[in-house]
């Protein structure tokens, strides 16, 4: 099965900085790669999400970037602001005709941004 | 995701007993999904279900049962036979084809004692 790898665990950048997060997958099938970002006690919300058939995807101040061949996508934030403090999570799954395998998750970054 | 909705928020159990956790959408989305949230971790897939009657097994799914006999609704059963239920158990739904952003519920806290 899938296997998603991410880091760094725990993030600290001063406000108006940008943060990077990086995540690495494992299995070639995998074609979309949502990025999820969850308050303390709250659900998941969905920043931004890719598919393979594109290289990098922007929404303001999030990008998202994906490498194919490495296996490796990441997410970028620029001119961070306080709320932005979060755990954001990628995933990884594959989609063929109908529905989804469900997702894997990586394990999770904690970014803080100190004022 | 306003339209997907968890019961109960928390929920406090006995050790050995089953409880079962109640997800609802309205969003007319044909797949549903259960993922366990544990601190410091990512979500792990538990069941999900692509349509009606039929579902598969995630990652996790030993301990755990599911139904899909209504395309709203898909309740996850925890019976006495998971080790460590303990945790935060997320419900999420998604389209089939197209969009296949998925939407995630609020969340059931559960604690066995």
């Known amino acids: 099965g899938e296997n998603v790898e991410q880091h760094p665990s725990t993030l600290s950048v001063q406000e108006g900085d940008s943060a990077v997060i990086k995540c690495t997958y494992s299995?070639?099938?995998?074609?979309?790669f949502p990025w999820y970002k969850q308050e303390l006690g709250k659900r998941p919300q969905l920043i931004i999400d890719i598919r393979s058939n594109v290289g990098e995807k922007k929404d303001q101040r999030i990008a998202v970037t994906l490498n194919k061949t490495a296996k490796h996508f990441s997410l970028h934030i620029t001119e961070t602001q306080p709320e932005d403090s979060a755990v954001y999570f990628c995933a990884a799954t594959s989609y063929s005709g109908g529905g989804a395998d469900g997702l894997t998750f990586g394990k999770g970054t904690h970014l803080i941004i100190q004022p | 995701d306003g339209g997907i909705t968890q019961s109960p928020k928390y929920l406090f159990r006995k050790e050995g007993q089953n409880v079962t956790l109640s997800c609802e959408q309205n969003?007319?989305?044909?797949?549903m999904y259960w993922y366990r949230q544990d601190p410091g971790q990512g979500l792990r897939l538990i069941y999900y279900s692509q349509i009606v009657n039929d579902f598969q097994k995630g990652d996790i799914a030993e301990g755990y049962s599911v139904s899909r006999e209504k395309k709203e609704s898909f309740p996850l059963t925890v019976t006495s036979a998971q080790k460590n239920p303990t945790a935060f158990y997320l419900c999420a739904s998604s389209q089939t084809g197209g969009r296949n952003e998925q939407f995630f519920g609020p969340g059931t806290r559960l604690t066995v004692l």
């Open positions: 299995d070639s099938a995998s074609n979309y």
């Open positions: 969003l007319n989305h044909d797949a």
